[in-house]
């Protein structure tokens, strides 16, 4: 079975700062694919960033990027110029290329940004 | 946008009772989750359906059951409800056919078993 490893239960940063959140995962898998998804106060989970692991590039959305180190079974989520709107609980999530959609979570940090 | 909708934001219910969490979506996907989510355990699968009339455990199914009797459609039920089912219900749904599709959850329901 996969598991997934959220090491920090929360986080805080300064408004314009940079974060970064980590996550682990255990899998004997070669193929799969992973996840950052984002959940604010209004409980509404929305995918920040996901990466494919037979890609070597690091996934970039925005101010949003990762590092996928596939042989430390490492996934970090990077914030770059943190703002206040991105206060919120962060998931980690691993997906098996033959699980279609079904994922397994992280336990979660919850990220404040303070100004 | 698509949009996953549950019926209730929070609901109370008492010990033994037959409770019902509905959750419908407007996007005509094939998959559909219920997940639950408690403070430091993250998220976990309790069913989930990739056809109506469909439906597969997930990790933690012990204590609930699911319908999918229409495709936009899918209801948690918890048969006897115990205090320790106290937690938030998370529904999600995803197209059927890629495998690295996103989730799209709907906002949840944070249910107190009393």
């Known amino acids: 079975a996969q598991t997934v490893t959220q090491s920090q239960p929360e986080m805080s940063v300064q408004e314009a700062e940079t974060v970064t959140l980590s996550c682990t995962y255990d899998t004997s898998e070669n193929n799969y694919y992973l996840f950052w998804y984002k959940q604010p106060p209004s409980r509404q989970m929305i995918l920040v960033i996901r990466q494919e692991a037979y890609k070597q590039q690091n996934a970039t959305e925005n101010r949003f990027s990762v590092n996928f180190q596939k042989a430390a079974k490492s996934f970090s989520l990077k914030i770059s110029d943190s703002q206040l709107g991105d206060t919120a609980m962060y998931f980690c999530?691993?997906?098996?290329?033959?699980?279609?959609?079904?994922?397994?979570f992280g336990e979660g940090t919850q990220l404040t940004v303070n100004p | 946008d698509v949009k996953v909708t549950q019926s209730s934001r929070y609901l109370v219910k008492r010990t033994g009772e037959k409770v019902f969490l509905e959750c419908v979506q407007d996007m005509d996907h094939e998959n559909m989750f219920w997940y639950r989510q408690d403070p430091g355990l993250g998220l976990r699968l309790i069913y989930f359906s990739y056809d109506v009339k469909m439906k597969e455990k997930g990790d933690i199914p012990e204590g609930y059951s699911v319908s999918r009797e229409k495709k936009e459609r899918f209801s948690l039920i918890l048969e006897s409800a115990s205090t320790n089912q106290t937690s938030m219900y998370l529904c999600?749904?995803?197209?059927?056919?890629?495998?690295?599709?996103?989730?799209?959850f709907g906002s949840g329901t944070q249910l107190s078993v009393l």
């Open positions: 999600a749904s995803s197209y059927g056919d890629r495998w690295n599709e996103k989730l799209f």
């Open positions: 999530a691993f997906g098996r290329v033959t699980s279609g959609s079904r994922l397994t």
